[in-house]
């Protein structure tokens, strides 16, 4: 077989910024997607383009650990990243380490690798996490927990999250192609850490999915599924199919959106023609029955985006698919900041079909402290990032607030900027408060992370520590 290795690429983004000339804060400036050279990688100095572009190759060199990971980027990173790595592992990962080799391929993306590189490269810091990312002054928050969201208290059947009036989450499975150091489900998804024994998903598949079905056709307020999981790109294709053609069998669902972070992580996956089919004949079927058929993908950042990520998400909507959106998650190190999230939207938005839809604010899960921003933050980007895009793709900063659910950030009903107490009201009961009449005239709090607070909150947090 003939290698056909991409030509080492020289883009804008590898070279210095041009200056502003605009003397606006922000300078658009269009930049076309590249496929970073992954054979500037040690380990994968020989891998063809064919090797690369399948999915199979992809998913069999994931990087699972740190000897893979050694295999990959060899001398090019000191010893001290890989010690780095295993302390984070031993002590305060929340999720097991999955990194197929398409994001990699991303991190430092137009350079060879280094250590110092590694280490300040946004993708990396939230994919790879090492123990000097973390805070060690206050690694969580007090109010962290597992299931941040309470999205198991709120199943209804095993893996049915009702938490919206007329929404669900419907988790298919517990397992994704790659696994986000910051995952707001790391109480499920993926395999146990030493730091934290996964919850497990007890029904049979099949089962399970009977009981979605039965709870979705006795509750015909509920007109729009989100299917998630982890990753539907981990659900074997027919299964997913068949459940897909069940939702769409009821008439009461409308909206049906597939959450896989794989369009972007291993777009491979959305590229094998068996998957392509089959999303034809899902989209075709939803199209005659008029119900609105979208994914939903998770990019944090614009090193991410690239030809195949841009072909994975065109391909979906040639086949019928009726909107890709973009739901990335707001944080330190990676993020947060009005030109990082204003260049990745553009680069969704303009040259990969994806319409930025939602930045989350990263959820009170235990060690995410150094990721999480406060809410005065993002109201700052939400600010800063208006009237760029056109409207309809200038995404929404929401906060997940526990026992609420999304709310725009500027919703705030009051604010405790010294201790960092947010608080917030909701207009809808959750599954689990049919019968709380004060819900709807309660306050729920949300707390920013304590580092960044003045001195005398960080002081009453200290002096509270153990409350
Ligand atoms: S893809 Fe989504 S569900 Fe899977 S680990 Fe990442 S954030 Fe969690």
New binding site residues.
């Given amino acids: 077989m003939t290698q056909t290795h991409p030509p080492v690429q020289s883009t804008p983004a590898a070279q210095p910024a041009p200056a502003n000339t605009t003397g606006q804060p922000y300078e658009y400036r269009r930049t076309p997607l590249v496929e970073p050279d992954w054979t500037r990688f040690p380990g994968w100095r020989h891998v063809t383009r064919d090797q690369w572009e399948n999915a199979q190759w992809q998913r069999v060199n994931c990087v699972k650990n740190v000897k893979q990971l050694r295999t990959v980027l060899g001398d090019t990173v000191d010893e001290s990243f890989y010690a780095d790595l295993e302390a984070d592992q031993r002590a305060m990962a929340t999720?097991s380490m999955l990194v197929p080799p398409q994001m990699i391929n991303t991190m430092v993306p137009f350079a060879p690798p280094s250590t110092e590189a590694l280490l300040a490269d946004p993708i990396r810091r939230y994919m790879i996490p090492v123990a000097s990312d973390r805070r060690t002054d206050w690694p969580s928050h007090p109010y962290a927990s597992r299931d941040s969201l309470h999205e198991h208290d709120m199943w209804v059947a095993e893996g049915l999250t009702h938490r919206y009036p007329t929404k669900v989450l419907a988790e298919l499975l517990a397992t994704?192609p790659?696994?986000?150091g910051h995952?707001?489900?790391m109480d499920l998804?993926?395999n146990s850490t030493p730091a934290v024994d996964k919850l497990k998903l007890s029904l049979k598949p099949v089962d399970r999915y009977d009981a979605h079905i039965t709870y979705l056709k006795a509750h015909p307020g509920v007109r729009d599924v989100v299917v998630s999981?982890?990753?539907v790109a981990n659900v074997p294709w027919r299964n997913l199919e068949s459940y897909l053609m069940r939702l769409l069998e009821i008439e009461t669902i409308r909206d049906i959106r597939l959450a896989t972070?794989a369009l972007m992580g291993l777009p491979q996956h959305w590229l094998q023609p068996d998957v392509v089919e089959g999303l034809e004949r899902v989209a075709r079927t939803a199209a005659r029955r008029g119900v609105n058929l979208a994914i939903h993908t998770?990019v944090n950042h614009a090193q991410s985006l690239t030809p195949l990520v841009a072909k994975a998400a065109q391909t979906a909507l040639d086949v019928g698919v009726r909107d890709v959106r973009n739901q990335g998650v707001l944080m330190r190190g990676v993020n947060a900041t009005s030109k990082d999230l204003l260049d990745l939207c553009f680069g969704l938005q303009g040259e990969a079909g994806i319409l930025p839809y939602y930045f989350y604010m990263c959820d009170m899960i235990p060690n995410a402290e150094h990721w999480r921003v406060p809410v005065w933050h993002a109201q700052q980007l939400q600010h800063d990032i208006m009237g760029y895009l056109p409207g309809y793709a200038t995404p929404r900063i929401v906060c997940d607030v526990p026992f609420v659910g999304k709310r725009w950030v500027h919703m705030v009903t009051e604010y405790d900027r010294e201790r960092g107490i947010s608080y917030w009201t909701k207009n809808y009961r959750t599954s689990i408060e049919s019968a709380d009449l004060a819900a709807l005239s309660k306050r729920y709090a949300y707390y920013d992370p304590i580092d960044t607070l003045p001195e005398a909150g960080q002081q009453w947090w200290q002096t509270h520590r153990d409350d």
């Fill in positions: 999720m994704c790659q696994y986000c995952c707001t489900r998804v993926g999981g982890g990753d972070k998770h």
